[in-house]
């Protein structure tokens, strides 16, 4: 895990820090990214900033990184809803959370303990916000510092409702918790109703009582002009329309203020401010990043360790596969193998999958593996993947670089409509606080933020159709942004220039555009800790399955961020219908067929690709594709898997001179005599990923880094 930061903290020069801030991770509630609000704090000279998002931890790990980046110090920290009686109290118009807290962690110990309260209100408080009650403050209030809120603090809300003692016994139990590090907050807004007279009672109960003032200006956007899109972000998420009458300049501001203006507005009070200053050197809470990754906490029977055991059973692999470690191919390449394994610490990792895979085989689920892993001799020969690298030549170090510091990544296929019980055999084994699936956040993309601010904004829906309708598609891993759609398309621009309705819909969708809108699951991806999840992540159960879902997304879950090793479940349909398949013809014909046992030199089956019969086959169908087999007429499952590899936008410009050099073998040439073993199966064209690799590695010379 992470490391506390024991040396004292340097003094910090600023004269004010933000310690109440809200970023996009607040969901639809505020505006600003971590990367915003890094570089706001970095443009005013502040060298600290905190996050204190609502109810959740979403974009702490973003937080942190972005500061870093700039040279800010992180603090992480939670804006919590509170329930008005205990957490499991969920009584309808009596524990709807109403009262707010602000926790900064000091310590790591007070940021796990923030992960700890965040899980806990999610998976028992929950009820319209998760909640936390006194005792789980309790519970985990070391490490903690406490900011009681100026507008919904329990404090504030009593001194709204004239019970002054209520204000004082509450104040008495976060004292009694949290001794000197409570803190009442204080707030400028002198353009909100009585709220001027509320921060008055709150300062002479602080002066009565001996409590430490901190000052505050809560953050949900950067610039008082992005007040309308904080506005409309509610009303999306909400409902209901914009009111756009009012006149702005009187209306509540909750921007970034500088130093400058901070100062200004607490001159009454400069204790309130230099405590600011005082709480942020107080929090020093120091995360590894990208680091150090953390493996499931695998039990091996024999006793032996993880390198050993992994060699053992390899070993035995070798002759389950036919192979024999006679041969000195295939002990050159496994023993060397080992090493890099061994030597990055991975064994635990691989022995983990295989249980899995050999889990799924005992149950008669078929799967599969995709992606570089099928370079791995040790996969194949544990039972990982069902490809021999030595027979297509598939280099090792596209899956694990021994000169890279990169975690191994392998993408399990599982039949998708047994694809959980592998996850739930994972719950069983590791433990069900162990793992969990790994969150991700939809956000609001270019042509969906257009139509959701024309809404908001009261336009009917044909103005936001007709706008996002001009936005063009993006593509995978390019997503069209409302900026490059009015520079690459004519159309929008001229609408844009031309009508100041839409030009309205556009500028106010460009500020939210790319904000996150909402946590979901991520469709494969899944995290095994070796001790409780709770100590290195924020858990909530999904609104839909209620399955345990992190907070984290999966750059900060893994090997980016906290160190998570993450395991794909992928759940494919072609294998639920090739078991299907295979269940059939049992039943059909009394015939037992080993799906990893077909024959991949069959003449009918070639036979059938080059008479155009591909009608249903996976990545064989498809009018262009099938025209491409019946002049091939393929022979070999290498003509198949250049098939699949070339039909791409790029490569496809090379299917014909493939198909011309199959049947015709006296073009087939090579520009250097070395190129010879690595083409020749492709007849001299440049079909892999790993063919590009092997010529930079053997006729240019360069190292696997």
Not at 68 to 92: C, N, Q, V, W, Y
Not at 147 to 174: M, N, R, V
Not at 376 to 396: A, M
Not at 414 to 438: F, H, L
Request: glycine fraction near 6%.
């Amino acid at each position: 895990m992470s490391e506390t930061n024991s040396s004292p903290s340097p003094k910090i020069s600023s004269k004010f820090v933000h310690l109440h801030v809200h970023s996009m991770y607040s969901l639809l509630n505020a505006v600003p990214t971590p990367k915003e609000l890094a570089q706001a704090a970095k443009e005013d000279g502040q060298e600290t900033l905190a996050v204190t998002d609502a109810g959740a931890l979403y974009g702490a790990i973003d937080f942190y990184k972005a500061c870093i980046k700039e040279g800010i110090k992180p603090i992480i920290g939670l804006d919590a809803f509170l329930a008005p009686r205990t957490r499991h109290d969920k009584e309808a118009q009596i524990d709807k959370p109403r009262a707010r807290l602000v926790l900064l962690a000091k310590t790591f110990l007070g940021y796990q303990n923030l992960i700890q309260l965040v899980t806990t209100s999610n998976l028992e408080g929950f009820y319209y916000r998760p909640r936390l009650d006194q005792e789980l403050i309790k519970k985990h209030s070391e490490g903690l510092i406490c900011i009681i809120p100026s507008f919904a603090g329990e404090i504030a809300l009593a001194f709204k409702e004239q019970d002054h003692d209520k204000a004082s016994e509450k104040l008495d139990w976060y004292k009694g918790v949290f001794g000197n590090d409570c803190y009442l907050e204080i707030t400028h807004h002198p353009e909100i109703f009585e709220h001027a007279g509320i921060q008055e009672k709150i300062i002479k109960l602080a002066r009565t009582t001996n409590t430490e003032l901190v000052a505050a200006h809560d953050v949900y956007y950067l610039k008082k002009e992005d007040r309308i899109a904080r506005e409309t972000m509610i009303k999306i998420q909400s409902g209901g329309v914009v009111d756009t009458t009012n006149d702005h300049g009187i209306e509540e501001d909750f921007s970034f203020i500088t130093q400058a203006e901070a100062l200004e507005k607490f001159s009454a009070t400069p204790d309130a401010i230099s405590n600011t200053v005082k709480i942020a050197e107080q929090c020093n809470v120091e995360i590894e990043i990208g680091t150090h990754w953390y493996f499931p906490d695998y039990k091996i029977a024999s006793g032996r360790k993880p390198d050993d055991e992994l060699q053992v059973t390899s070993y035995a692999g070798v002759a389950w596969r036919g192979l024999s470690l006679e041969n000195p191919e295939v002990k050159t390449r496994l023993d060397y193998e080992l090493e890099v394994i061994k030597n990055k610490g991975y064994a635990g990792y691989f022995l983990v999958v295989g249980d899995l895979l050999r889990e799924s085989r005992e149950r008669g689920i078929l799967t599969t593996i995709r992606g570089s892993v099928a370079g791995s001799l040790t996969t194949y020969v544990l039972g990982i993947t069902n490809v021999d690298p030595l027979e297509y030549k598939l280099p090792f170090e596209r899956f694990l670089n021994p000169e890279r510091p990169s975690a191994p990544d392998i993408d399990m296929d599982y039949a998708d409509n047994r694809r959980d019980e592998i996850i739930e055999y994972a719950k069983t084994k590791y433990g069900a606080d162990k793992v969990a699936q790994i969150g991700t956040f939809g956000t609001m993309m270019a042509r969906a933020a257009v139509r959701d601010v024309a809404r908001a904004l009261g336009h009917p829906y044909s103005v936001g159709d007709h706008i996002a309708k001009l936005i063009p598609l993006g593509s995978q891993g390019f997503p069209m942004t409302i900026k490059k759609a009015l520079e690459i398309e004519t159309d929008l621009a001229k609408l844009y220039k031309s009508d100041a309705e839409s030009r309205e819909v556009i500028d106010l969708a460009k500020r939210i555009e790319g904000r996150v809108r909402h946590i979901g699951v991520h469709a494969a991806g899944v995290v095994i800790a070796p001790a409780p999840l709770s100590q290195f992540v924020p858990i909530q159960p999904d609104s839909k399955t209620g399955k345990f879902v992190t907070q984290y997304e999966m750059k900060s879950v893994g090997e980016d961020g906290v160190g998570l090793l993450k395991f794909d479940f992928l759940g494919i349909k072609n294998l639920s219908i090739l078991a299907d398949a295979v269940k059939r013809v049992k039943k059909i014909r009394g015939e037992i067929i080993d799906i990893e046992k077909i024959p991949l030199d069959d003449k009918k089956t070639f036979t059938m690709l080059a008479n155009g019969q591909t009608m249903g086959l996976f990545q064989l169908n498809g009018s262009g594709m099938t025209a491409f087999l019946k002049q091939l007429k393929p022979s070999t499952i290498h003509d198949i898997n250049a098939m699949v590899a070339l039909y791409r936008p790029g490569p496809m410009e090379s299917i014909p001179q493939y198909i011309e050099r199959k049947h015709n073998p006296q073009l087939i040439t090579y520009l250097d005599p070395r190129l010879n073993t690595i083409l020749d199966r492709s007849y001299g064209v440049i079909t892999y990923q790993d063919d590009v690799m092997a010529i930079a590695r053997i006729l240019a010379g360069y190292s696997w880094l």
